[in-house]
């Protein structure tokens, strides 16, 4: 009776642990966050919330893109832009205050490599909170105008991260 209560100990302990294994990307949890609206798989909903998956590891891999994903969380953005054929009105409020450089880090971190991970490069450099605070000192502004007007620059100079 004892060795059937162990083993079943054993069994709920080594369930809990990968459980908690699973749960363990930082990023992972702060990204609920953003799943409300751009879904937890990170495909969004045509024509309401952009997709993160398929063109977030393209823009992170540009310079311009890092700053452009800062700002966005950051300060938020105002449309209208577009991914493909699609057409998005939409406004991004600011998440700025939800999070500090750490954490928009993780979650950049997580929306490459595990939303993204099929084109998430090998020689892709992980943000670290250091560049983070340093992207957002250089901000000449801090709203989602600015991100709208980063986003436009962006399109105009790599229109294939947008296809
Ligand atoms: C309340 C809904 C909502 C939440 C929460 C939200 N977003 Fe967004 N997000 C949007 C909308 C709407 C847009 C497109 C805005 C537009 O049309 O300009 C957007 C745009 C973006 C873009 C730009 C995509 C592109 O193609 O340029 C990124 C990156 C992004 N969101 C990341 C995030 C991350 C990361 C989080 C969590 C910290 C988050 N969003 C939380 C609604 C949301």
Partial sequence: MKQLFLISMAA??????????????????????????????????????????NNIANIAATDLGRIYLVSVINAGLIGPISV??????GVMPAQGSAFDDQ????????????????QAASQWKPYTAKEVAGIKAALSQNSAAHSASLRKTLTETSPQLFK
């Fill in 12 to 53: 709920v302990l080594f369930n809990t642990a990968l459980a908690y294994a699973e749960n363990t990307d930082p990023g992972s949890v702060l990204f609920q966050r953003c799943a409300a609206c751009h879904q937890t798989d990170g495909q969004g909903i045509p024509g309401a919330f952009p997709p993160l998956k």
């Fill in 103 to 118: 954490e928009v880090s993780d979650l950049l971190n997580y929306s490459v490599q595990v939303l993204d991970a099929k």
């Fill in 84 to 89: 493909g054929d699609t057409t998005y009105m």
